[in-house]
């Protein structure tokens, strides 16, 4: 739980520290005076990135060589203060005094999620948005999950550089074996995860919609194979497109409204109203499975609340 935060040369703010109610903190002012810079910057200090841009160069200050997020939170362990400092290119995360290399240990520690006016991307856009969405719960309830996802990440990255190189397709499948290990773990953790996630979302569905809300999870293979099969019986296509279709990065979740897509189907009000019924769920479902307590940013809520 977020206590406080300190922000340095990010975006327009030169210098600002906030407290924070424990229950809800409300941060108004005029257009343009930094109230979601305020909100990216404590989710840059979760995540390692930004909710609104993918270069750290555009979150600097004008005229800074460098940009700091320091805060105090409420852990299971007690009290402990994160750091994040973007310089040189380089990003430094501190959690507890000391340096850490991945931001998954500053995830864990606070959790975060985002709803903003650019919601709806997550229904109306590609699958990596629902994937990134969906493996947030997954990386906070299912333990074995991220171990998994790092060893299927490299065994990809090694395919996909066999497959691109015009090695022989022998050379690329060498990693098949470690692909299938570590991509039915994950695909396992995800489904694992939805099927407890489920009863939530229908709670808060219901809530929301007089029409019935439903979602379906595709793991990046077809059902019909083990992914190991999947694999196998795709390598003519993979060394012909150069880079591998099937597999755990290919998954994807399909919201479904009054039994019709939602994607490009349904308005954008409807489209913002079934992502916040799914980050909603999974807050309410990480809190029920006796997780951490999750920050939630709202960004200009009239806005979301209007749809």
């Known amino acids: 739980m977020l206590e406080s935060v300190e922000i340095e040369n990010f975006r327009c703010i030169r210098h600002a520290r906030l407290e924070f109610d424990p229950r809800a903190t409300a941060v108004f002012g005029e ?10 910057a404590i ?15 555009h979150l600097l200050a004008q005229g800074a060589d460098f ?21 040189d290119g380089s990003t430094h995360l501190r959690f507890g005094g000391r340096p850490v290399r991945s931001s998954s240990e500053m995830a864990a520690a606070l959790p975060l999620q985002v709803i903003d006016p650019g919601v709806h991307r997550v229904i109306e856009e590609g699958s990596s948005l629902r994937r990134r969405l969906l493996d947030w719960g997954v990386f906070h309830v299912k333990h074995e999950f991220m171990p998994a996802w790092r060893r299927y990440q490299r065994a990809l990255e090694q395919r996909n550089a066999a497959l691109r190189s015009g090695s022989s397709l022998r050379d690329a499948m060498v990693w098949d074996v470690e692909l299938a ?3 039915t773990v994950v695909g396992r953790a995800r489904g694992e995860y939805l099927d407890v996630l489920r009863p939530y979302f229908e709670e808060i569905s219901r809530e929301l919609f007089t029409e019935a809300v439903d979602f379906e999870y595709w793991p990046g ?4 194979y083990s992914l190991g099969e999947a694999l196998q019986a795709a390598g003519g296509r993979d060394a012909k497109v150069r880079f591998t279709s099937v597999g755990a990065h290919r998954a994807d979740l399909r919201f479904k409204l009054a039994g019709l897509s939602a994607r490009n189907r349904v308005s954008r009000g409807e489209q913002k109203m079934l992502a916040m019924a799914f980050i909603l ?3 309410r479902c990480l809190s029920g499975v006796g997780g951490a307590r999750t920050t ?4 200009d809520p009239a806005a979301e609340l209007g749809g």
């Open 31 to 40: 257009n343009a005076a930094g109230k979601t810079s305020v909100l990216e």
């Open 221 to 224: 293979w077809s059902a019909e």
């Open 67 to 87: 940009f700091r997020i320091v805060a105090r939170g409420q852990t299971e362990s007690g009290s402990v203060t994160l750091g994040a400092e973007w310089r």
């Open 296 to 299: 939630l940013l709202l960004d």
């Open 281 to 283: 769920a999974q807050i």
């Open 43 to 57: 989710f840059f200090l979760s995540a390692g990135r930004s909710f609104r841009t993918t270069s750290r160069e």
């Open 181 to 183: 290990s570590a991509g």
